[in-house]
């Protein structure tokens, strides 16, 4: 592991190639976040919200009715950012690993579901490959250091803010 760290840290072109590899992988986990991290605050609030009401003696109703994602939503106990696994918000088929290949499985599904043929946002490889160039900037414009690790940090930081503020304005 240590030779592969100074190799890439003598070879500023390999480090490039790599960090912008791993902004790829790294962009398609940011798309989870982006989509389950509000639903999560969201669920989490309702559920602070509720327990508040309850104990100071209110009765707590829904009142909206729930929309098709929302219901599958109340089916899972457990939400967070690795559970429940990824499926179409459309037909809710279950990802498979090689459907989930940065940029590449968007171009070989030609951006739609598998299943339904449902077209795919085109958010989802717009972050990956925003993400991979913004490795890719931060990493031509600094050292193979510390300094970098906490630049590239600071970019999937804004990464995130920017696409949850987008979608919620929150």
């Known amino acids: 592991m240590y030779a592969v760290f100074l190799y890439l840290q003598q070879n500023p072109l390999a480090l490039q190639i790599y960090l912008s590899l791993m902004g790829l992988l790294i962009g398609s986990f940011l798309n989870v976040v982006i989509y389950r991290y509000p639903i999560m605050l969201k669920r989490q609030w309702a559920l602070m919200s509720r327990e508040y009401l309850e104990e100071n003696g209110a009765s707590v109703t ?9 219901t599958l939503l109340e089916e899972h106990k457990v939400f967070n950012l690795s559970v429940p696994a990824s499926t179409c918000p459309q037909c809710n088929h279950k990802i498979r690993w090689y459907e989930n290949i940065p940029v590449l499985s968007y171009v070989f599904l030609k951006g739609r579901c598998s299943q339904c043929l449902n077209p795919i946002s085109l958010r989802y490889p717009f972050v990956e490959i925003l993400t991979a160039l913004t490795f890719l900037s931060v990493t031509t414009m600094s050292q193979p250091d510390l300094h970098l690790v906490s630049l590239l940090g600071f970019s999937i930081f804004l990464i995130v803010l920017s696409g949850i503020d987008i979608d919620h304005q929150i």
């Not at 829904?62 to 929302?70: H, I, L, R, V, Y």
């Open 62 to 70: 829904q009142t909206k009715t729930a929309s098709k994602n929302e």
